[in-house]
């Protein structure tokens, strides 16, 4: 079984900073896409910042310059820089990989469980 595991989360202060972790474990063969989404108290969950294992990125436009997304390949690992925090990115955070199990085989989106950042004074 795939697992995948956020941790890194916690209370800091507006203009504070927090590092986000999440590791893919299993019997993975590869790993395309890893991302970060979150989810704020009755809003949809939305896209943070994504990468693919080429190292191409996406982020949200409410994060661009203030959040920096990365991976370790070998590690099957991403992390989530967040720098100058907001009361607004107050969400629970969840990872997602895109993974496939073996060669040919179909490829799937795994989701941790979620991590609660809360930036508040």
């Known amino acids: 079984q795939v697992q995948v595991v956020e941790s890194g989360g916690g209370l800091v202060q507006p203009g504070g900073s927090l590092r986000l972790s999440c590791a893919a474990s299993g019997s993975i063969f590869s790993i395309y896409g890893m991302g970060w989404y979150r989810q704020a108290p009755g809003k949809q969950r939305e896209l943070v910042a994504a990468?693919?294992?080429?190292?191409?990125?996406n982020y949200a436009d409410s994060v661009k310059g203030r959040f920096t997304i990365s991976r370790d390949n070998a590690k099957n690992t991403v992390y989530l820089q967040m720098n100058s925090l907001k009361p607004e990115d107050t969400a629970v955070y969840y990872c997602n990989a895109e993974i496939t199990l073996s060669y040919g085989s179909s490829w799937d989106d795994y989701w941790g469980q979620g991590t609660q950042v809360t930036v508040s004074s």
């Open positions: 990468i693919t294992s080429g190292g191409s990125t």
